[in-house]
């Protein structure tokens, strides 16, 4: 697969993008075409034929609450969607370790954060994950927010989970 | 006036926490295991005349 940058170049191939959520699909259709949401990333096939996948970054932070205080724990970059198309969700890349394209355009957008945050400073990822994409963040080192927050200030389909992976490795 | 009294530029959603939040995190052996593969290999995917995807898995040179 190739990674692009998202441009209205590729709105028509866009269209044909089924990820087998409707609201998911019109957002690339519509809100990832404004700069001001954040920035696309497409993960086209190798024949540019169609779109397998999508992210959406922008930035965001985690706010810490003690003692009813708002209290900035740190920046992050927030992965706003994320989607592959369902046609191609499940496809096993590696056997013995179990990875999926999933798995891949993820890592692909993980690398890319990586890369971004030399210039900015970041302590974490953020994301809402449907209950579908849960264990693909899960197994990734994203974590539950709190128990206490499973909700969404702007509930988007259905419900949602609030992940963070806090991008700073310990060695063992 | 930004909270900490500096000139700050903050973009973005908030998330909020009651509970402490983790600043950083050790990656399982599975979890490297993982990621040293997906950083070594890439999924071709191209179509054959029917349009039905053709998948095969590359090694990436190191290069890239």
Known sequence: MVTIKYTDEYYDIAKKFNCGNVYINNVLLSLCRDKYYGTTYIWLSDDKQCIIGFYNITTGYIDNIVDGNYIKSGGSFHINDFALDSDYRGIVNDEELGTTLADELLNDCLNRINMLRQEVGVTYITLESTLEGHSLYERNGFIDLDEELYFSPEKKVGECIQMYLPLMLEEV | ?64
Do not use: C, W
């Open chain 2, 1 to 64: 006036m930004p909270a900490h009294g500096a000139y700050a530029i903050s973009t973005g959603r908030s998330f909020k926490a009651r509970g402490k939040v983790r600043k950083s995190r050790v990656m399982t052996v599975e979890q490297k295991k993982r990621k040293e593969f997906l950083d070594t290999h890439k999924t071709v995917v191209t179509h054959d005349e029917n349009g039905k995807p053709v998948i095969r898995v590359e090694k990436l040179d190191g290069n890239n």
